[in-house]
């Protein structure tokens, strides 16, 4: 192995190993609320992704360039539509649209007319 690789697998274990140590002390009540905004973070990782990929002489480092772009992407992307859908639980609901009234009666059919007059011509 090159030193490279070895160096590429240090830095990814060393991030798997953080990023579980971290998550792992955030408390169940406040860890979706938390983490839904922050994993817009996960854009680093991104970019992270990129350099190996961009640095990789081998199909390893290339595997592992996409692994690391797959999940960040996902963690970007799901942590967008966790906060999503926890702004809809807050927002107000729509007022209920009031009942339409019956049309008001015309003035020949309120004296009673129901058909209309014709007209005299004389």
Do not use: C, W
Not at 25 to 50: D, E, F, R, Y
Not at 58 to 83: D, E, P, Q
Request: glycine share 8%; hydrophobic share 55%; aromatic share 6%.
């Amino acid at each position: 192995m090159s030193t490279a690789l070895v160096t590429d697998l240090t830095i990814f274990v060393l991030a798997l190993l953080v990023g579980i140590e971290v998550i792992g002390k955030v408390p169940a009540t406040l860890h979706t609320p938390l983490m839904s905004a922050a994993n817009s973070i996960h854009g680093i990782v991104i970019v992270g992704a990129l350099l190996i990929g961009l640095t990789a002489h081998n199909a390893v480092g290339y595997i592992l360039a996409f692994v690391a772009a797959f999940f960040a992407a996902a963690n970007v992307v799901g942590g967008y539509v966790v906060t999503g859908r926890m702004l809809k639980m807050f927002r107000r609901k729509a007022a209920p649209a009031p009942a339409k009234a019956a049309p008001a009666p015309q003035p020949a059919e309120a004296a009673g007319a129901a058909e209309p007059r014709e007209s005299v011509r004389s």
